[in-house]
């Protein structure tokens, strides 16, 4: 079965730059989630979007921003970027259902060390 | 606001015993709760959900969780523990009666499965 595809897997950014992580959904997906989870943390929500719009926000920082395309595919966009926000970055997708409590599935993650 | 607790940072067994790994919520309206695996450098996994109904969960490689109400309580089980099975699981919350979708996690417990 077709998953949640991320990329790209690994990048290596300096301080200052920018780096955008793509996130390709489970078909028929219509909710888009990003998570950043740093070594031994737990995963924290950034933002979600659903039918291209934004849903939710949670703690992401202002110099990120994402998007929902029209084909469901997302982007998450970072800039200025800092030592702290090396982590491992994820996407979740899902399709929501009230009945089914719109469970959400993760990629791989795209692991960004800025150096 | 929704929140779950993983009171322990990591549960040891012996392959062949049961295994439990606790977790707590607290939710303004109902709660959807779920279990996710993480192996390592990997994205989580999905492995089981309760929205409604038997309190009793069953989901994937053999795992189960019980839905407890009054105690606010979604421990995951395995009747016999595999050496397979090390990994961290993350209990996560959705507040099933807020305007939001996000997933809340908790810290997640290590599990460490002794041949």
């Known amino acids: 079965a077709a998953g949640v595809i991320q990329s790209p897997r690994h990048l290596i950014k300096e301080k200052r730059e920018t780096a955008t992580l793509k996130c390709y959904p489970i078909p028929r997906h219509d909710t888009v989630y990003w998570y950043q989870q740093g070594p031994g943390q737990d995963p924290q929500f950034l933002i979600s979007f659903y039918e291209k719009m934004q849903s939710d926000k949670g703690s992401i920082p202002d110099r990120f921003s994402a998007q929902q395309f029209s084909d469901y595919h997302s982007e998450l966009n970072m800039s200025s970027l800092e030592l702290g926000d090396s982590a491992l970055y994820f996407c979740?997708?899902?399709?929501?259902?009230?009945?089914?409590?719109?469970?959400?599935?993760f990629g791989e993650g795209s692991w960004l060390t800025v150096v | 606001a929704q929140s779950v607790a993983q009171p322990e940072d990591q549960v040891n067994v012996a392959e062949g015993n049961p295994l439990t790994v606790k977790c707590t919520y607290s939710v303004s309206g109902n709660p959807y709760l779920f279990w996710y695996v993480q192996y390592p450098n990997r994205g989580l996994q999905f492995l089981l959900k309760y929205i409604t109904g038997d309190n009793l969960v069953k989901g994937s490689y053999g795992f189960e969780a019980e839905f407890n109400k009054s105690q606010t309580s979604f421990h995951l089980k395995k009747p016999s523990a595999l050496v397979s099975d090390s990994a961290l699981y993350f209990c996560a919350v959705r507040d099933g009666g807020s305007s939001g979708d996000k997933l809340t996690f908790g810290t997640g417990t290590r599990l460490a499965v002794r041949p």
């Open positions: 979740a997708t899902g399709r929501r259902d009230a009945n089914s409590g719109n469970t959400i599935y």
